[in-house]
């Protein structure tokens, strides 16, 4: 893998006590709770506070057992969702990950379809990084560790589990946040496993392409051939998002972000990528390398794009890098 990440020499062996091995495990199915209709109805008040919404239906807040929970309504009503909704039970009852959304059940009658999962106070990320009022909060530090928990969940699916995950969707959507800012990814709607045609194969064929306008590897676009690096690409965006506080798509001038980004860097406009909200409190070269990151997981061929656990331990070395700056601890990062 080529790699675009240059590090001072002064890191050099932290990178090597960062590294740890690991082996993946085969999945293994974890009984969740069958809730009926009923009871839904019950632990949302009827449906009254709608929290979310997606393609696939609409989340609501709830209450079970005294805690808040957050409960997602399928729209069962297009037989390809009640296809999606049966892929997404199935994977979520073998996957278990403390950066994966904890689901405590789900709902499966005749026309009625819902996950019951944990209540994420804060939202989804994308909200924080563009919505007012969250310049005190999303702070330098505070948003690499929300990058290093989200690499830590991919790396996981990635790498932690036989067969292979593939998220396929890997948005800041879908990335939530709880009170403390713990991290959460949801959605697992469109995952697959890695399962391609002949043994030895990198890449899955025949497979729909699909996801969300602004993440999608170029790659996968084009050819139709789908494998982790889709969601490596993914990130790529997500952590451009996370340093400019940009959607990664929007519609005008700007278009896609990671593009616009590109341009910058190339005019030496290092300044104007940053996001505002962050009122220069930062440390430079923890943000070039962060950078660095970025642009090696949108790396056009995707060989050349680093794999998750090894995004996991740059990023532990741009953490490093702001806490001394900051002199606060890195904790069990």
Request: hydrophobic letters at 40%; a neutral charge; proline letters at 3%.
């Amino acid at each position: 893998m080529k790699d675009s990440l240059v590090l001072p020499a002064v890191f050099s062996s932290a990178i090597r006590k960062l590294i740890a091995p690991k082996s993946r495990s085969l999945l293994v199915e974890v009984k969740l709770r069958r809730f009926s209709y009923v009871e839904l109805v019950k632990m949302t008040n009827n449906f009254q506070r709608r929290i979310g919404k997606g393609g696939f239906g609409n989340i609501y807040h709830g209450e079970l057992d005294g805690a808040p929970v957050a409960v997602k309504l399928y729209r069962n009503e297009n037989p390809s969702v009640a296809a999606q909704f049966e892929s997404e039970v199935n994977l979520l009852n073998k996957v278990y990950h403390k950066n994966l959304i904890k689901v405590f059940g789900y709902c499966d009658e005749s026309t009625k379809s819902a996950l019951v999962f944990e209540f994420m106070a804060n939202g989804d990320l994308r909200k924080n990084l563009t919505g007012s009022g969250c310049s005190s909060k999303l702070t330098w530090e505070r948003r690499l560790r929300i990058a290093i928990d989200m690499a830590k969940a991919l790396d996981y699916l990635h790498d932690g589990c036989e067969p292979p995950i593939i998220h396929r969707n890997f948005n800041s959507s879908n990335i939530l946040l709880s009170k403390n800012f713990e991290v959460r990814l949801s959605d697992f709607v469109l995952a697959v496993n890695f399962n391609p045609s002949h043994e030895g194969e990198s890449h899955m064929s025949n497979v729909t392409i699909t996801g969300t306008l602004g993440y999608m590897d170029p790659q996968y676009l084009t050819t139709g051939m789908l494998s982790t690096w889709a969601d490596v690409y993914g990130f790529g965006a997500v952590l451009m998002e996370i340093i400019a506080g940009r959607p990664a798509y929007q519609y005008g001038e700007d278009g896609v972000l990671t593009q616009w980004v590109s341009s910058m860097f190339g005019n030496g406009e290092i300044g104007r990528i940053m996001d505002p909200k962050l009122e220069g409190d930062f440390d430079v070269n923890s943000v070039m390398e962060a950078l660095n990151i970025a642009f090696a997981c949108l790396s056009c061929n995707s060989n050349d794009r680093p794999t998750m656990g090894e995004v996991v331990t740059k990023l532990k070395l741009c953490l490093q890098m702001e806490t001394a700056r900051l002199g606060t601890l890195i904790e069990d990062y």
